[in-house]
């Protein structure tokens, strides 16, 4: 599959058109970036980690009933995908208090949550993502109730799928977030699940093994990210 025409570069992926109108190339990036964008940097081999990790979860998924933009795996940084009109909405998905959980409620990062929490969040930096509710969601027509309602089932049947396999893995799915789109008038899970876009502690040692090490300068943010994919291919 050719690689055509750049139609989308985001903080972490690029997005290219090929000779198929409905399938995408996704390539990862090593940029980094944290707190909207107004912090940078690069984490050596991420956007190939990242990849693999996608790939792997992704596949875990279909496997479980869960259908998604992942077509295939086309080498360490580009994966083809299906094209998908993005529904601007962010789904995080929280089993443990951290970040902005812990800022907005002043709750102690760490307190496992009696079950899990849905939250959906506007897709604007420059608004730095705000909480909506899904009145919100209904009232701007970002999306219909019936698709809110299949986005929410099946966020938290991915969240238990996720939570199950990281544990087996002697990871904590601390929380993560979730992009759905629209394709040939289905809701698919859209573009990546990995260390960038989930919270992982080590289950014995709380140890943060995501993108919180380059967010608060903690260091080892490669091997954190190295050491996910080896206990995820192990």
Not at 30 to 41: I, P, V
Not at 95 to 111: D, F, H
Not at 128 to 157: C, R, V, W
Request: net charge neutral.
């Amino acid at each position: 599959m050719k690689k055509g025409k750049l139609i989308y570069e985001g903080k972490a992926k690029r997005v290219y058109e090929t000779e198929d109108k409905d399938l995408f190339i996704q390539e990862f990036k090593d940029d980094a970036t944290a707190f909207d964008a107004t912090k940078r940097g690069t984490i050596r081999d991420k956007g190939i980690i990242n990849n693999k990790i996608s790939k792997i979860l992704f596949d875990l998924l279909e496997s479980k009933g869960i259908e998604t933009h992942f077509v295939e795996q086309l080498d360490d940084r580009q994966m083809l995908i299906k094209r998908v009109e993005i529904i601007p909405l962010e789904v995080t998905m929280r089993n443990t208090v951290a970040g902005g959980m812990a800022r907005l409620l002043n709750l102690k990062e760490g307190l496992v949550l009696s079950e899990p929490v849905l939250e959906y969040h506007y897709k604007d930096d420059s608004l730095h993502d705000p909480l909506i509710n899904d009145y919100h969601a209904l009232a701007l027509g970002m999306a219909t109730g019936e698709e809110l309602e299949f986005i929410k089932k099946q966020s938290f049947k991915i969240n238990d799928i996720l939570k199950s396999f990281f544990e087996h893995k002697n990871l904590i799915l601390v929380d993560f977030k979730l992009e759905f789109g629209r394709h040939k008038g289905k809701i698919l899970l859209a573009d990546e699940i990995s260390p960038d876009t989930c919270r992982l502690w080590d289950k014995e040692t709380q140890k943060k093994l995501d993108k919180d090490r380059f967010r608060r300068d903690l260091g080892g943010v490669e091997d954190a990210y190295q050491e996910v994919l080896k206990r995820m291919t192990a």
